[in-house]
Nanobody, 125 residues
């Protein structure tokens, strides 16, 4: 069974930065498109950013464009989310996910079949 383990969450003040990591146990990690989602308390899980297999292709949700950067290191089986200029509205549990082989879409929870346990990010004003 594939495992995804997120780390790097924490509490910061508005304007601060955090770097999330997600390490995969999958030997074929480099062949899998990956994404980050987040879920704020009482809200649905939402798309944050996605990255293609080589890292050359990335896409971001509008609220995080220009502030967040997704990247990956296939040699380390790890995907990252660098979050700068954090805002209180970024407070959420952040999840990494592996896109399903049968899906060609990017933005929907249902297109991903493997999820990490999540890491809490809290931004205070």
């Amino acid at each position: 069974q594939v495992m995804l383990v997120e780390s790097g969450g924490g509490s910061v003040q508005a304007g601060g930065s955090l770097r999330l990591s997600c390490e995969s146990s999958r030997r074929t990690f480099s062949t899998k498109p990956m994404a980050w989602f987040r879920q704020a308390s009482g809200k649905e899980r939402e798309f944050v950013a996605a990255i293609g297999t080589t890292g050359a292709s990335t896409v971001y949700a509008d609220p995080v464009k220009g502030r967040f950067t997704i990247s990956r290191d296939n040699a380390k089986n790890t995907v990252y989310l660098q979050m700068n200029n954090l805002k209180p509205e970024d407070t959420a549990v952040y999840f990494c996910a592996v896109r399903s082989p049968s899906s060609a879409r990017t933005f929907y929870v249902s297109d991903y079949n493997t999820w990490g346990q999540g890491t809490q990010v809290t931004v205070s004003s």
